[in-house]
Structures are given as structure tokens and as C-alpha cells.
């Protein structure tokens, strides 16, 4: 089938030049970020800091779940709405790797002041980690749009999948440092001590992940500064611009529909363990560690299928396996119930996101990869804030946590259905 020309255009301008031989070093750079930043996604929105407010510092309000789901929709909304205009600003500006040293700076010290969030602290638990959670999501937005820079459309699948892969070893090492402080539970006598594994992440997100941006590449102005009035009129035009190619924005609503599930399923899982469940707080981390061991070859290998086969093949592969967890999340009981779970995730999460990630940088024009990865996260974050609530709505009506996880499989099926009809460019299979 013939390609559309604007789609055609697309695709000549997203292999930048030299990106086949770029230096190992940006590679591996580019995967030590990650590394941190997966260390810090574990301990902080992943596991411990989502059972810490609910179960600690906002136990006495009786709305515990509720403020952790007006945490999360607040800093998916802020970042998302945040992510084009810095992107846009990244890339026009040349300032791509001092804005990816200067969230990241944000998101750690923020971490870190996590610490000192005590019982009670409504307002502060819920400021702290919306700025930490904007750092670690504009960051991440910044950090995917070097995908494009550092290797070639055709091996954009394997190196995603090889560094998404490679990054859960970050959480595995997080949680080690943090097992000290939290391998007696969250109970109020040990809620001090609890706490000090979130200085802890502050610390391995600052050490790996600031001296992986001061490797990676500079980039240079693709026009002069032009200040904030005019990032917004550029992101306008960009919006325009669909209006020759579609492909980007049917992607981008498939996207959507798919990783508003997958967002809502990590957020949530970790309180779902504790309280539909049963199981304590060392308990549901176990289980993460096992999911990190699990999701390391995984993912490398879905990217490598990616790669060898069709990217948008293999993302059909895990939304089949996604139907499987969703199912095991409404049927499955006790401890093999849960660790069943735990395999189950291991093996679709890092996957389904990293094939979106290097499907979409082979979509995108070259010189914008910051503002379009931007609007990646525009409509993964805002989007994805509904995933809470209407997985909230659904428990509340129904009364069963198991039903709310059950009903985001429409979801999935809904983003499938729409990614069959986005044109791939022809150096994807598809």
C-alpha cells in the first residue's frame, strides 16, 4: 500500500543523521537514566510512598484513596500540559539536556523532602510528591526524546526495549538500599524509619541519573530562542499540521486509550494488594522485586521481537497478555493469586510502553523530537488522569476492587482496535 505523502515526509525526517553510528556512550547514558529513574518510580508513585500516605499520613482522614487519586491526577495533568511547551523550548532553544538536568534536580530534592511528611501532613503529602511526580514525568517526556537521536528508526525497537529492560535493575537496586528502612513495615512505630528510604531514592535517583544527562548530547538551536508567546504559537501550528498527516494523532488516541489502563494498573496495584489482598507492606515490595526480575528480559525481548518482526505486532502480543492479568486481577486469590499477578505484569508493563515509545520516534519529524515526545506525555499524562477515577467510580459502584481492574480491559481493546488503523512508515513492519 502506498504511503501518504506527508507521512512519507515523516518518515525521511525522523532517521537523523549519523544516528546509526552515534557513540556507544550516548547509549549507554541514555540507559543509566532510565536506570535512576526507575529506581525512584519503584519506592516513591510505585510501592512505598503510595502505601505510606495511604496507610500513614492520611489514614485519620477516612479518604485516604481519594486524596492518593487527587495526587496522581494532579501531577498527570500538570506534567502533561507542561511537557509540550518545554519540549517545544528543548528543542528550539537547544537547551534539551540543561532542562533534563534541571527536572530531574527538582524531582530528587522533592523526594528527598518526602521524608518529613508526617501523619496528618495532608497538604504537604500531597504538594511534595505532585512536584516530585512533574519532575520525574517532564523528565522522562525530555529523556524518550533522544530515542530518535541515538539509533536509527530500524534499531529504535531493540535499543527501547534493551534500555527499558536494563532500567528495572535500577528499581532492584533501589529496593535493596531502601530494605533496611523498610523491611519492618509500615506501622506507625516504624513510620520514621519507613520514611528514610525516600531520602534514599532522592539520592540513587541524583547520583545515576545527573552524570547520565551530562553524557549524553548536546543539541544545538534549530532556531533562535523565541520566547514563550511564540513556543505556544509553534506548538499551535504543530497541532495544525495533523490536519496533512493523521497518523500522529490516530496514534496518539490508540496511545492513549491503552496507557490510561496500564497507568491506572500501576498506580493502584500496590494498594489493591494491600487491601483487597490482604498482604503487608514487605510483602507487596516482594512482589515488586519479582515483577523488576521478571520484566528485564521481557521487555529486552519484546523489543527484539519488535525489531525482528513488527512493532506494532508485538504490541498486539501484550494486549492479548493484558487480557490474561486483567483477568488474574479479578479472579486470583491469596499469596500464588497475587505472585501470579506479579509474573503476569512482569511480563506485559515495561513491554507494551516501550514498544509505543519506539514506535512512535520512527513517526515523528526530525528537529522535533522534544515537542512531539511532549506531546506524547500531553496526552499520556492528562489523559491517563482519568484512569483513577474511572477505576474510583467503578470500585465505588460496584464495591470490589476486582471489577474496577476488570473494566479497564476496554480500554485495551479500544486502543487496538484504533492502532490497527494508524499507516506505519514503511521501514516499520507491520
Known amino acids: 500500500m502506498n504511503q501518504p505523502l506527508g507521512l512519507m515526509k515523516t518518515r525521511q525526517l525522523a532517521a537523523p543523521p549519523g544516528a546509526a553510528t552515534t557513540s556507544r556512550r550516548f547509549v549507554t547514558a541514555w540507559i543509566f537514566y532510565d536506570v535512576a529513574l526507575h529506581g525512584y518510580g519503584l519506592m516513591i508513585p510505585g510501592v512505598a510512598y503510595a502505601i505510606y500516605f495511604t496507610a500513614y499520613v492520611a489514614t485519620d482522614s477516612g479518604q485516604a484513596d481519594a486524596l492518593w487519586s487527587l495526587a496522581i491526577a494532579l501531577s498527570l495533568v500538570i506534567s502533561g500540559l507542561l511537557s509540550p511547551l518545554i519540549g517545544a523550548v528543548a528543542d528550539t532553544g537547544g537547551h534539551r539536556r540543561s532542562l533534563l538536568a534541571t527536572v530531574t534536580l527538582v524531582c530528587g530534592v522533592a523526594t528527598a523532602l518526602l521524608t518529613d511528611v508526617g501523619r496528618g501532613d495532608l497538604m504537604a503529602g500531597v504538594a511534595i510528591f505532585v512536584v516530585a511526580q512533574v519532575g520525574a514525568t517532564v ?12 539509533t536509527a528508526p530500524q534499531s529504535a525497537a531493540r535499543v527501547s526495549g534493551l534500555a527499558w529492560g536494563l532500567s528495572y535493575l535500577g528499581g532492584i537496586a533501589c529496593f535493596l538500599l531502601c530494605l533496611p528502612f523498610t523491611r519492618a513495615g509500615m506501622t506507625t512505630d516504624n513510620a520514621a524509619n ?66 490510561d489502563a496500564i497507568v491506572t494498573v500501576m498506580f493502584f496495584t500496590a494498594v489493591m494488594m494491600k487491601k483487597t489482598f490482604g498482604l503487608e507492606v514487605q510483602e507487596v515490595l516482594e512482589l515488586s522485586l519479582m515483577f523488576q526480575a521478571i520484566a528485564i528480559p521481557s521487555t529486552m525481548f519484546f523489543g527484539w521481537l519488535g525489531g525482528r518482526w513488527s512493532q506494532r505486532g508485538a504490541i498486539y502480543v501484550t494486549l492479548a497478555l493484558w487480557m490474561m492479568t486483567l483477568a488474574l486481577m479479578a479472579l486470583a486469590r491469596g499469596w500464588l493469586g497475587a505472585i501470579l499477578i506479579a509474573v503476569s505484569l512482569g511480563l506485559v508493563l515495561g513491554s507494551t510502553q516501550t ?17 512531539y515526545f511532549g506531546f506524547h506525555a500531553l496526552v499520556g499524562r492528562t489523559s491517563a488522569a482519568l484512569g483513577p477515577l474511572f477505576f474510583g467510580g467503578v470500585s465505588a459502584a460496584t464495591g470490589s476492587q476486582r471489577l474496577a481492574m476488570a473494566s479497564l480491559a476496554l480500554f485495551f481493546i479500544a486502543g487496538g482496535i484504533i492502532l490497527a488503523w494508524v499507516r506505519i512508515p514503511s521501514s516499520e513492519q507491520s
Not at 523528565?139 to 541515538?150: E, K
Open 194 to 259: 519507613f520514611a528514610n528510604a525516600f531520602l534514599v531514592s532522592a539520592v540513587f535517583l541524583l547520583l545515576i541519573g545527573l552524570p547520565a544527562v551530562g553524557a549524553l548530547p548536546s543539541a544545538s538551536p534549530t532556531q533562535a530562542d523565541i520566547g514563550f508567546t511564540a513556543q505556544y504559537r509553534r506548538i499551535w501550528a504543530t497541532v495544525r499540521q495533523w490536519r496533512e498527516n493523521r497518523e500522529v494523532p490516530k496514534f496518539l488516541l490508540a496511545y492513549y486509550l491503552v496507557n
Open 355 to 371: 514498544l509505543f515509545r519506539s514506535l512512535f520516534a520512527t513517526m515523528i519529524p526530525k528537529e522535533r523530537e522534544s515537542e
Open 139 to 150: 523528565g522522562s517526556s525530555l529523556y524518550n526524546s533522544y530515542l530518535p537521536l541515538i
